[in-house]
């Protein structure tokens, strides 16, 4: 059995390719040590608005967007992510023969984050700054639980949200924990990275499915020649902050083909790579 470590990122947009993707993380795991991370934002928009909870995104005065997570929206999250999205997949990785442990990133304070506070936000054409955000940025990861979950051969299954500096539930970024998740365990062993997505990579052009780019380079102050439109900025974002941590192999696939984990470990997908310090561009 390998002492490698795979990390893989499913978003719920994959939600109806859950099985084959199970299927697939279980044969990984009878290999070696794995950690699934999971969102779940189609399912949580779904929820709220079962349940009349309008959403906003925020836009950010440099033209980034994320959810605006209001009190409400934070009790919808919880309700998704422990209640709808994890038990599916512990059901699933149950079923092909895993030992799943589900997880937010609060328990045993796992997962640790800054909520935002006040920031700047663009609202009806007009910048303003936003107060009750439960949202917020990463602090920290105690990788120490998930040793010793793998250790005694169980796949811990985690999502946000991440504890908060008062102890309250902050709402991160899916695709960033997993960075940071990675990025933590590779401090003692080698860990590899799979972002699993709704197309065969990193495309060039995001409407052409043919302009797959097979190796992708990044550095500090570019995502290199893809087109990082339809989704792809945070798994990219993510991809460099989880190879700046030490990770060894980073690699953004098709979440719907049949294997999807084993054919990015064998070479399908965009495999994202560091540039070197000489490369000319880099910051």
């Known amino acids: 059995m390998s002492d490698e470590i795979t990390v893989v990122k499913c ?16 044969a990984v795991a009878a290999g070696g040590p794995v950690v699934l991370v999971h ?3 189609a399912q949580l928009d779904e929820l709220a608005a079962q349940l009349g909870v309008p959403q906003r995104r925020l836009r950010t005065p440099g033209g980034s967007s994320s959810r605006y997570t209001d009190p409400a929206t934070l009790d919808v999250l919880l309700m998704t992510m422990a209640g709808r999205v994890k038990p ?3 059901a699933s990785l149950s079923r092909h023969g895993a030992r799943p442990m589900g997880l937010t990133g609060m328990d045993a304070g796992l997962v640790t984050a800054r909520r935002a506070g006040a920031h700047k936000a663009v609202v009806d054409g007009r910048t303003r700054m936003i107060r009750d955000d439960h949202s917020g940025r990463i602090h920290a990861v105690d990788p120490g639980p998930l040793h010793l979950l793998l250790d005694v051969g169980l796949l811990p299954v985690l999502s946000p949200p991440a504890l908060g500096t008062e102890g309250e539930p902050v709402n991160v970024d899916a695709d960033r924990i997993a960075a940071a998740v990675a990025g933590a365990l590779a401090e003692r062993r080698p860990v590899r990275l799979v972002l699993l997505t709704s197309a065969p990579g990193v495309l060039r052009d995001p409407e052409d499915p043919g302009s797959l780019l097979p190796r992708l380079t990044v550095s500090a102050g570019s995502l290199g020649e893809a087109d990082a439109r339809g ?10 902050a ?11 696939a098709d979440g719907r083909i049949t294997h999807p984990v084993r054919e990015a470990l064998a070479g399908a997908g965009t495999r994202i790579e560091k540039a ?4 000319s561009g880099n910051v």
């Open 231 to 240: 989704g792809m900025t945070a798994k990219l974002q993510a991809a460099r």
């Open 11 to 26: 978003g719920g947009g994959l939600s109806a390719h859950r099985e084959t993707i199970c299927q697939d993380l279980a």
């Open 242 to 252: 989880a190879l700046d941590s030490g990770v060894s192999q980073v690699v953004v």
């Open 88 to 90: 599916a997949l512990v």
């Open 39 to 41: 969102g779940g934002a």
């Open 276 to 279: 070197a310090p000489f490369e």
